[in-house]
């Protein structure tokens, strides 16, 4: 064999052994690229999740305020403090002031009138006046019952009955709150005006707090009844709540519920936190107005009934009302 055919041998067996060797080097370098893009496309994926769930803005062909945001965080951030502070608030609201009054009723009794009925009934309260409190009342109890189900429904009500019940009361509820809200705005900013010069604090409206209005029938504040204007220092305390609180919740519900506003998620948050948060304060006060003017006030409930309250309790409850419509010649006395 000479040499050119040992040569074409050689190369025979050398290129088949080359182009292994080349195609092998050629396959790590292209796994080797997969992983890199695999791990690179991992690593955009993840930066991309991070930044939506930071609530980052980014594009989208969708109109509106906050279309680019998918997530927001506020929102959140808001839902967590209303189902874990504002909606046990509100059932502490409820259950524990009208727990507590109950327990305070029982032990402590009505505060009664000390001389009895007269029964000399004196004007209180004009026909105006009543139809305004009990046009406020009324709207203010369906609101807060119509709340009270949208905030605390899903607890109480929902888990005991079928889907489509609880479809049709959360509707309902939703709806009825709505349109008897525009009632409870315009009799609070009518009862707002007209009653707020009555309310303005004295100082001897800190006495009536320290012997708490007069109320304890025991110990040392038995028999104790403090000077009182027209209205005393816890009806002005109920006043100015529901002046300061009921401005929050009507502003609050303007924002939640008027259709041409396009808010911020932000804003919209913040005015449901403060909407409910308010809704605490008055469900709260509302159920202490109504046990003081009610069961623990003998002859409390007459001044809104009639209009007319009885010269005993005029005497005992608001002695310096009394004695200046007696010195100025308004006194009137019902037929």
């Not at 209303?82 to 009505?110: D, H, R, S």
């Not at 009885?310 to 006194?331: P, S």
Request: aromatic share 12%; charged share 15%; proline share 3%.
């Amino acid at each position: 064999m000479n040499f050119k055919s040992l040569h074409r041998l050689f190369a025979l067996l050398v290129m088949p052994l080359m182009l292994a060797i080349g195609l092998g080097m050629s396959a790590t370098a292209s796994a080797a690229d997969g992983q890199t893009s695999q791990q690179m496309a991992k690593t955009s994926e993840a930066d991309l999740w991070r930044a939506v769930k930071a609530g980052d803005s980014g594009f989208t062909t969708a109109q509106g305020v906050e279309a680019n945001v998918l997530i927001n965080i506020a929102g959140n951030q808001g839902t967590i403090i209303k189902n874990e502070y504002l909606t046990p608030g509100m059932a502490v609201a409820v259950l524990g002031v009208f727990g507590a009054f109950l327990v305070f009723y029982f032990v402590n009794g009505p505060a009664k009138l000390s001389k009895g009925f007269s029964g000399k009934m004196v004007l209180r309260w004009s026909k105006a006046d009543l139809i305004l409190h009990w046009t406020m009342a009324i709207s203010c109890l369906i609101l807060i019952l119509t709340g009270l189900i949208i905030m605390l429904g899903k607890h109480f009500l929902q888990p005991y009955v079928s889907d489509g019940i609880w479809a049709a009361v959360i509707l309902a509820g939703k709806t009825i709150h709505d349109w008897v809200s525009p009632i409870f705005m315009a009799a609070w900013i009518v009862a707002i005006v007209k009653w707020m010069p009555m309310q303005t604090f004295k100082m001897y409206d800190l006495k009536w707090f320290l012997v708490v209005g007069g109320y304890i029938n025991f110990g040392p504040f038995k028999g104790k009844h403090p000077d009182s204007g027209f209205a005393n220092a816890g009806e002005k305390m109920w006043f100015w709540t529901l002046a300061i609180f009921g401005l929050f919740i009507c502003v609050s519900g303007i924002m939640l519920i008027l259709p041409g506003l396009e808010l911020p998620r932000e804003a919209s948050m913040a005015a449901l936190l403060i909407h409910a948060a308010s809704a605490i304060i008055i469900i709260a006060f509302t159920i202490v107005h109504i046990w003081m003017a009610t069961v623990l006030s003998e002859g409390g409930i007459d001044c809104m009934k009639s209009g007319y309250c009885d010269e005993n309790w005029a005497v005992q409850h608001h002695n310096l009302w009394y004695d200046e419509i007696k010195e100025n010649g308004t006194l009137e006395y019902k037929d």
